[in-house]
């Protein structure tokens, strides 16, 4: 199966600094068929007003990957760790046996950002936070493993079963991902793009439109115009 999740049709929250959009149910957008896609909990897509954002508050068991599209986030929380990550950066909280921070734009430009939870393999474990800088050119033409539970050479760990990817592909490039079968979900943040399943069945994604693959044993992804691509690749709930 592969599902085109269009942008337009995703759950919304505007609260002036922060214009949100949901690819699954969060805060006050509930929808039963879009709870979680594997152990792929959380993939919001938010816009942050400048010298504006999230207060403390806390978290608990669950692996929290933030991909920076644009402007930067600057983290700060109970355990000592403050950090910015702009860009081009992710960073990963495990929220573990339990955190408390905040995260503001502190820029002079708005901030974009893909918020991405993933339900961990382990309960209770210390709360962590890492930022890393990975060399952009290093995702021309394929994806690339950026935070991983599965020992990735360069990832940042993750306490789950599932690979966060990110790639670049110039119009007309092509990547194959092999997933066996495995719950995928991708979203272009920027660009557009086509992706091709091993049953044929083939969907067309615009900048910020999901799409929802399971059952193949790989897919092929072609850029129709210059492309920035994040992938989350995961294993089944039990």
Request: glycine share 10%; hydrophobic share 35%; proline share 5%.
């Amino acid at each position: 199966m592969i599902e085109l999740r269009p942008f337009d049709k995703l759950g919304k929250s505007d609260h002036g600094w922060l214009k949100a959009n949901f690819h699954f149910s969060f805060a006050d957008y509930r929808n039963q068929d879009r709870v979680h896609w594997g152990s792929l909990r959380v993939w919001n897509n938010d816009r942050i007003a400048p010298q504006s954002g999230f207060p403390p508050h806390p978290h608990r068991d669950m692996e929290i990957v933030t991909y920076v599209i644009k402007g930067a986030i600057t983290h700060k929380d109970h355990l000592g760790n403050e950090g910015r990550t702009e860009a081009g950066q992710i960073q990963v909280m495990s929220a573990g046996n339990g955190i408390q921070h905040a995260e503001y734009n502190m820029e002079q430009a708005e901030t974009e950002l893909f918020q991405i939870w993933i339900i961990p393999n382990k309960q209770g474990v210390p709360a962590r936070w890492e930022t890393v800088q990975f060399p952009a050119d290093a995702r021309d033409g394929k994806l690339v493993p950026l935070a991983s539970g599965r020992g990735d050479d360069g990832a940042i760990p993750l306490y789950a079963d599932g690979s966060l990817m990110a790639g670049t592909l110039k119009a007309g490039q092509s990547t194959r991902q092999t997933l066996n079968g495995k719950p995928t979900y991708l979203v272009p943040a920027k660009g557009r793009i086509e992706v091709r399943g091993s049953d044929g069945k083939v969907v067309t994604a615009n900048a910020r439109d999901g799409v929802a693959v399971v059952d193949q044993d790989e897919i092929e992804i072609v850029a129709l115009a210059d492309a920035e691509i994040v992938l989350v690749e995961s294993d089944r709930l039990n």
